[in-house]
């Protein structure tokens, strides 16, 4: 249950928006593309990330820059 407590987790990394759109999920109401983004975790290929909403949520990589 280690996800419970992601959102006070520290920030890993920085990570910038670089397109929200999807093929098969709706990603633009949650992403801002050209925003930067905190990591709060991360897989190979997800970053969960507080997104617009102030949630925590993952999202594939591919929408995403290192900054």
């Known amino acids: ?3 419970k407590t992601w959102e006070d987790n520290q ?3 920085k990570i910038k928006c670089v ?7 709706v990603v633009d109401s949650v992403l801002t593309a050209g925003k930067v983004y905190d990591v709060k975790n991360e897989t190979e290929e997800f970053y969960f ?3 617009n909403t102030e949630r925590i949520a993952g999202f594939k990589k591919e929408y995403f820059e290192e900054v």
């Open 1 to 3: 249950m280690i996800h």
């Open 11 to 13: 920030t890993i990394k």
């Open 19 to 25: 397109r929200t759109n999807a093929k098969k999920f």
């Open 49 to 51: 990330i507080i997104d």
